[in-house]
């Protein structure tokens, strides 16, 4: 059976119920279909405002510190307008959004959410307040970042961002979606829920996009367990990250060791998942640390990072350590003491550090500018837990 189309599931008949939620007021989206729709349309409100977009921050190219700041309720046609307002722009405006919205149309919430992901945008949550020391040129004045709201549909569009950050103070707020049928009980009114028919239809569209996105479905979940007057929220920090709700694909996650055997390995990886160091120790060989490395063949089926790091930046050495060494956490590595190893997505960098290895704080590798043809941000790791975690490998060595 042919799906219909996500705008006739969740578009054409989306309002927005003004409900109460913890003292404050908030928009929900809420799906009306059919003889719901036509019992309870004297219950909805459609917005009396719409979403609007201005360009934020300074008028800096890089560096995230412009950003194209997005506020109010998502409209039927807030693609369309953010489509012209961007088209409109000069080409060195920033691809980057910042949502301060308590949602809206859910349909648009999602088409806006695939534009995004189709320009390469990164997105935001929060809202935007004066610089209070530097007020522009012009007719513009510049400003800087400030906590907000990104709720109900405005998520949504959110997820569809290449990178997605929701910043100290902000949150995400997801809840239940409801077909806004009311019934008197004892004199009281009061939603229900309607899980049959278009709503089904509606939930699968959502979890899906969301999977597209790269969102794990139990922020689905955790909105399916918010009652009629509730919003989950989500903070920046470790379950933003884990469902990833936030995501930075050159970032590293803080160090941490697994059980291996009968010892343990120190890990950390970038978000993106496509590169990993990790530390470990055997009793016989002593300590190596190594770097995982995804790589890509080209059309002649050799690998071209591969080749580029073992081939050129290995044997280059850096200034400090001289010819074909390397400084690894604190340890000077020669070229006998470093192995390139092959993996069936890439590569290993594996290096033996003895038995007696000292443990700094700077994982980094190809980074410092004495580096010179060689410098690359792929592998600056971070150093948080860092040593306890790498110490305890050491202390632990695999049998």
């Known amino acids: 059976m042919t799906q219909p189309p996500v705008d006739e599931i969740l578009g054409s008949e989306f309002r927005l119920e003004l409900i109460a939620i913890k003292g404050r007021s908030m928009t929900r989206c809420t799906s009306l279909s059919g003889a719901v729709h036509a019992l309870l349309a004297m219950f909805c409100a459609t917005p009396v405002t719409a979403m609007t977009f201005e360009l934020a921050g300074t008028d800096m190219r890089g560096d995230g510190r412009s950003w194209i700041q997005a506020d109010g309720p998502i409209t039927a046609r807030t693609v369309e307008e953010f489509v012209a307002f961007y088209d409109a722009g000069p080409d060195w405006w920033p691809k980057r959004i910042r949502f301060n919205s308590t949602g809206g149309n859910l349909a648009q919430g999602v088409e806006l959410g695939r534009e995004l992901r189709r320009r390469g945008f990164a997105t935001e949550v929060g809202h935007h307040e004066p610089d209070p020391y530097w007020n522009g040129t012009g007719e513009r004045a510049f400003t800087i970042r400030a906590p907000g709201k990104c709720a109900s549909a405005c998520a949504y569009a959110f997820m569809g961002g290449v990178e997605r950050s929701i910043g100290e103070g902000s949150a995400i707020g997801v809840h239940q979606f409801y077909s806004a049928g009311h019934r008197a009980t004892k004199g009281v009114s009061g939603p229900v829920m309607v899980e049959q028919g278009s709503e089904q239809a509606a939930s699968a569209i959502l979890v899906s996009y969301m999977l597209e996105m790269g969102v794990d479905a139990r922020v689905f979940a955790k909105a399916g367990l918010s009652g009629p007057t509730e919003m989950a929220w989500i ?33 950390s990886e970038r978000q993106d998942k496509k590169y990993r160091m990790s530390a470990h120790c055997t009793e016989k060989d002593g300590a190596y640390y190594e770097i995982y490395v995804t790589d890509e063949k080209s059309s002649d089926g050799s690998w071209g990072l591969k080749s580029w790091v073992a081939d050129q930046c290995i044997p280059m050495g850096d200034w400090d350590s001289g010819k074909g060494a390397h400084q690894v956490i604190g340890n000077r590595v020669t070229m006998a003491d470093i192995a390139i190893i092959d993996h069936g997505n890439g590569f290993f960098v594996s290096f033996s550090l003895g038995h007696t290895p000292r443990v700094g704080d700077d994982p980094s590798f190809l980074y410092r500018a004495n580096y010179s043809a060689c410098t690359s941000d792929r592998f600056i790791g971070s150093s948080e837990k860092m040593v306890p975690a790498i110490t305890t490998a050491f202390m632990n060595c695999i049998q």
């Open 235 to 267: 903070e920046a920090g470790d379950e933003a990250i884990q469902t990833g709700l936030e995501f930075s694909p050159k970032s590293w996650s803080p160090w941490k060791i697994d059980i291996y055997g009968k010892g343990v390995i120190a890990i």
